[in-house]
Structure formats: structure tokens, C-alpha cells
């Protein structure tokens, strides 16, 4: 396997990392790639939308919401 030495923004990183779970800077980035590339694989067109959307900067961060229980 390769040694390659990349920047990568750490606010980002922290947050994927927070977000997978993953345990180390390189288990989000090899997980980042895994599911890249099967989502080009499997649903192309999707993939694309996904890259070339742009948010901004109050979308980032935006409140999430808990889903509501319909089955009460």
C-alpha cells in the first residue's frame, strides 16, 4: 500500500469522524473512498448530483430533527 500525504480541511475530518464513528483519520478517509466509489458504481447519475451540489454555509450545520414515533 502507498504512503500518499494529502491536506485535508480538520474541521471536516473531525466531523466525519464524528459522524461514521470512525476511529482514526484514516478509517473515515478509506471509508470516504469505499463509499464513493460504490455509489458511482451503483447509482451514477445520483453520485453526480451529490458531488456537484454546493451548500451553504448555514446549511452545513443546520438543527436536525429526531424522527416523530407513528406508531404510538
Not at 476511529?23 to 478517509?29: F, G, L, Q, T
Not at 451514477?44 to 406508531?71: G, H, K, L, V, W
Request: net charge negative.
Amino acid at each position: 500500500m502507498a504512503i500518499t500525504s494529502i491536506d485535508i480541511d480538520q474541521n471536516d475530518l473531525r466531523q466525519a469522524k464524528e459522524l461514521t464513528g470512525a476511529a482514526s483519520n484514516r478509517e473515515v478517509v478509506d471509508l470516504a473512498l469505499r463509499t464513493l466509489i460504490a455509489v458511482r458504481r451503483r447509482q451514477p447519475s445520483a453520485a453526480e448530483r451529490i458531488i456537484a451540489r454546493r451548500f451553504e454555509p448555514d446549511q452545513i450545520d443546520a438543527p436536525t430533527q429526531a424522527p416523530t414515533d407513528t406508531n404510538a
